[in-house]
Structure formats: C-alpha cells, structure tokens
C-alpha cells in the first residue's frame, strides 16, 4: 500500500467515525432510510416541498459541509458561505466580516453566480472597512469561478481524490451482505453507539494498532505495550496476547485458544448461546472494548490491569449498557454471566 492510500484509509476511518456519529442510530438499524442522502442538506432542501423526509438538524447541516468537500458542478447542492467549495475554505471562516453582513447566509453558489456576485441588496448598508475589504476578494475570487452543466460532487474532506466519495463510504457502511463477519454482533446489541462504533472498525481491519501506525509511519515501533519484540496487530492485541490468556478463560472457561478476533468473538458468541441474543452480542463486545480500555490504560496511563481487573470493567459496563436493553429482555443471565467471569478464583 502507497503512502498516500494509506492516508486515505487514516482519513476515511476518521471521518466514518463522525459519520457514523451524527447518523440516527434507529434509522440505520432498521436500514429503511438512506441517512447520508438525508445528511446532504441541500439534497433535503429540494426536497421539501414534494417528499417526505425528515428536515435536517441545523447542527446536523453543520456537521456534513464540515466533513465534505464539493467539485463545483452546477453549483446547486452547494453552499455558498458553508460548503468547502472555494480554494479559500469555508468562505463563511475566510470572510468573516462580509459574511456578518450577508443577509441570506443559506444562498447557493449556483445562485450567487448567476446574480454575478453579491450585490448591495444581499448586504446590510453601511459594509464595516474590512466587510468591504472581504467583498474585494471576493468579487475578484468569484471571476476564476466556472460553473458547468453538471451536478455537483460531494466527497469526504481530507481523502486525496473524489475516489471515494462520500455515498460509497456510506453504501459500505451500511452493507453487511459480504462485508465483514459479525455484523448482527456488531449492530444488534444495545452496546454504546460509540462501542458499536469501535466494533465496527475492529471488523473491518481499521483499529488503529500500533502495528499500523508503525506501518503509517506514526510511530517507530509496532511492539505491544506488554510483550517487547512482537508487533501488536489486532488478533494479537485482542486474543493472542499472552496477558489476556486468564480474561478469556474466564470469559469461555475451558473453552477454545481461538487465533483471531473474529473466530474468538464467534466463539463466544456461541458459548453464550443460552441469553438473550442481544445480550450475547452486547457481551462480545463489551469483551472487546474492556481489552481496548485495558491496553490504552497501559499505552497512556502506564496502567497494567490484571486479568481480575479487566473482569471487574466488563461487569461494570455491561451493568450500565443494560439500562439501555428493551425492557422486555431478560438481562439477568447476563448479569449472572458477568458474576461468573469477576469470581473466578
Ligand atoms: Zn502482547
């Protein structure tokens, strides 16, 4: 892999973060509705009048133009102060003053170059020194601008090219049919959304191990925090690492030394095959986020936590994530569960 694409995997793992952040958790499980359509607010605003889609939060409008980027077409779907269209940035950060006196800030830059540019009717009188500062650059920015009979083109900001744009991320995102392994796992839980989060990148091979970041060149050694001389990639970080041999016994006493993340999850999943299956799932992985929390412990906090310890964090997150549980499911075989793995002696 080239430098650049693995900066693009960095990027687009980032911004799948916060994607996934602001997309309705409900929507996207019950799959019926296509979130990132939903997140373009342009797209939305068009679609007001005819259809019935849900308006978009304002923080919500914010948050997507903050993470794409656009390729002019048209200039329809694109903001004119909010979007990340112009070399400048976001014009309403690069022209703070101008933009102070804009009267309609929701303008698009279809519709500010068809007028020629702003104009006195689009601003409050009396333009301040520097808002008329702003409006000379602008004026001269806009004459490089060309708009084309094309639709606009919104990608994640930060990846290198278009390649990826920001619809395939989400169609990826949403997938489970071929993707990776334990996806019902992964979703089907009432796991933290930022667990779920967490989960999901570790099924896709994106946990930021410090193998990879060595890799990325982020880092100058990709060891395991615990085990000097062997690098920390996921299987190892999650399952293989000679520390996390007494937490897996007590979470499948007697059970399979599995080699991978997605063959102990699976695992486990079946040796918990007694509860709940939301319960199982959630309990996956609250395994996998407490042996994370345990081993950013050691890297930050130069905290080493034994196998008792790590127990007692599993216990206890799964003893707040059940407050979140359908109140028709029964949690009491996982709490029961939780007990046996603490109390092993
Ligand atoms: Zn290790």
């Known amino acids: 892999m080239t430098a650049s694409r693995a900066s693009d995997r960095e990027q687009l793992l980032a911004w799948s973060q916060r994607l996934l952040q602001l997309i309705e958790w409900t929507d996207w499980i019950a799959g019926e509705s296509n979130p990132w359509t939903e997140l373009d607010p342009f797209l939305v605003r068009r679609r007001q009048s005819g259809r019935k889609h849900p308006v978009l939060a304002r923080h919500q409008e914010a948050e997507c133009r903050a993470i794409t980027a656009v390729a002019l077409g048209d200039g329809e779907t694109t903001s004119f102060w909010h979007d990340t269209w112009s070399e400048a940035g976001v014009l309403r950060d690069a022209l703070p003053a101008l933009y102070s006196h804009c009267l309609d800030v929701h303008t698009t830059v279809a519709e500010v170059g068809a007028a020629g540019g702003l104009h006195d009717n689009d601003l409050q009188p009396r333009l301040t020194a520097a808002a008329t500062a702003d409006l000379g650059l602008l004026s001269d920015a806009l004459t490089a601008v060309a708009l084309q009979p094309r639709p606009d083109e919104r990608w994640l900001q930060g990846l290198q090219s278009n390649k990826v744009r920001a619809d395939d991320l989400y169609a990826a995102l949403r997938t489970p049919i071929g993707g990776p392994a334990l996806s019902d796992i992964n979703w089907d839980s009432f796991a933290p959304k930022k667990v779920q989060v967490f989960f999901w990148i570790l099924r896709h091979g994106r946990t930021k191990t410090r193998g990879s970041l060595h890799r990325h060149g982020s880092i100058d ?112 075989p996982l709490k029961l569960w939780c007990q046996t793995v603490v109390d092993v002696n």
Do not use: Y
């Open 221 to 332: 050694s990709p060891d395991c925090p615990f085990c000097p001389g062997i690098p920390e990639e996921a299987d190892h970080l999650f399952v293989m690492c000679p520390r996390l041999q007494q937490l897996w016994a007590r979470v499948m006493p007697g059970g399979p030394l599995l080699p991978t993340t997605t063959s102990a999850a699976e695992a486990l999943r079946v040796w918990l095959h007694d509860l709940p299956p939301q319960a199982a799932n959630a309990a996956v992985v609250a395994v996998f986020w407490v042996i994370w929390k345990a081993r950013n412990a050691m890297i930050f906090h130069d905290e080493l936590q034994s196998a008792e310890t790590i127990a007692r964090h599993l216990q206890a997150h799964l003893k707040l994530w059940v407050c979140r549980a359908p109140t028709k499911l029964d949690v009491e």
